[in-house]
T-cell receptor, first 116, second 115 residues
Framework: NAGVTQTPKFRVLKTGQSMTLLCAQD?????MYWYRQDPGMGLRLIHY???????AKGEVPDGYNVSRLKKQNFLLGLESAAPSQTSVYFC???????????????FGEGSRLTVL | AQSVTQLDSHVSVSEGTPVLLRCNYS??????LFWYVQHPNKGLQLLLK??????LVKGINGFEAEFKKSETSFHLTKPSAHMSDAAEYFC?????????????FGKGTRLHILP
């Protein structure tokens, strides 16, 4: 069972470079999310998607773009990387929450990005 | 849920002693509630979730949580801590009545196990 897979797992970029993180899920989930995790800051939502072809801004969207052309994939792009984007990025997916624990989130293993 | 508060950012217990990690939520309704665990350099793993079948929820690795609507709490407990329990724990609320089933994370509690 693959679940949620993130690629790449590690990446070092120079300031101004661009890159794309890929998240793939094989559970036919409608909802997908990108979070970043920084020491002492918990998890902060960057962007999310509630279905194929839809995206929405989260808490910290600036400097990032996303696309969900296929239901199983959610891409996170950095057009011009900045040192402040050094972080660990987590992708998650879920079905729609219908209450009582049905909306469990499934997480990937994370992608560690360093911007020099 | 409008907010999730984990009352302790760090908790230290000795191996073999009980663990209590506290979580309070604020909401007009009864949200879906979850506890996740994150071991160092790993992703988040579901420990347990409240499904309304019972107010005392059993999870993996001997953890339990009790849903108390009157106190808007969902505290996580374990009778006897093990060294492998050292990790960060997140309390999460999700409300299907909020736009896009809004998810709210607590800030996390780091659990330290003393030998």
């Amino acid at each position: 069972n693959a679940g949620v897979t993130q690629t790449p797992k590690f990446r070092v970029l120079k300031t101004g470079q661009s890159m794309t993180l890929l998240c793939a899920q094989d559970m036919n989930h409608e909802y997908m999310y990108w979070y970043r995790q920084d020491p002492g800051m918990g998890l902060r939502l960057i962007h999310y998607s509630v279905g194929e072809g839809t995206t929405a801004k989260g808490e910290v969207p600036d400097g990032y773009n996303v696309s969900r052309l296929k239901k199983q994939n959610f891409l996170l792009g950095l057009e011009s990387a900045a040192p402040s984007q050094t972080s660990v990025y987590f992708c998650a997916s879920s079905q729609r929450d219908r209450g009582y624990g049905t909306g469990e989130l499934f997480f990937g293993e994370g992608s560690r990005l360093t911007v020099l | 849920a409008q907010s999730v508060t984990q009352l302790d950012s760090h908790v230290s217990v000795s191996e073999g002693t009980p663990v209590l990690l506290r979580c309070n939520y604020s909401s007009s309704y009864s949200p879906s509630l979850f506890w996740y665990v994150q071991h160092p350099n790993k992703g988040l793993q579901l420990l347990l979730k409240y499904t309304s079948a019972a107010t005392l929820v059993k999870g993996i690795n001997g953890f339990e949580a009790e849903f108390k609507k009157s106190e808007t709490s969902f505290h996580l407990t374990k009778p006897s801590a093990h060294m492998s329990d050292a990790a960060e724990y997140f309390c999460v609320a999700r409300d299907p009545r909020e736009r896009d089933d809004k998810i709210i994370f607590g800030k996390g509690t780091r659990l330290h196990i003393l030998p």
